[in-house]
């Protein structure tokens, strides 16, 4: 679990080049790169930039560490239910 919780921070501080927000081509980098294989559209550009969009609460145009851990906790949760089979059964 420490693995798993070093490698989603410096994952987004190596994405970002050590700032706080990720950039728009940062971001969109990032989801190709390194979360191509968990996301469908992570090739499309206008896909991810709507991704941005949505995760971006404070309209900053950037993707802060707090947004970006939003999109972390989806993932897990989509990737839980799938191996579960949960998600035909959440209420």
Known sequence: MESAIKTV???FLN???GKENLSGSGFQKLVK???GGLMQDADR???VKEMQQGL???NDGKV???E???L????ANSLSESKSGSSANAS
Not at 72 to 75: A, C, E, F, R, S
């Open 33 to 35: 790169k390194k979360l």
């Open 68 to 70: 970006y851990l939003t």
């Open 64 to 66: 802060s560490f707090q």
């Open 45 to 47: 550009a206008s896909a």
């Open 9 to 11: 921070v410096t994952t």
């Open 72 to 75: 972390i906790g989806y993932l």
């Open 56 to 58: 971006d609460v404070n």
């Open 15 to 17: 994405s970002s080049s």
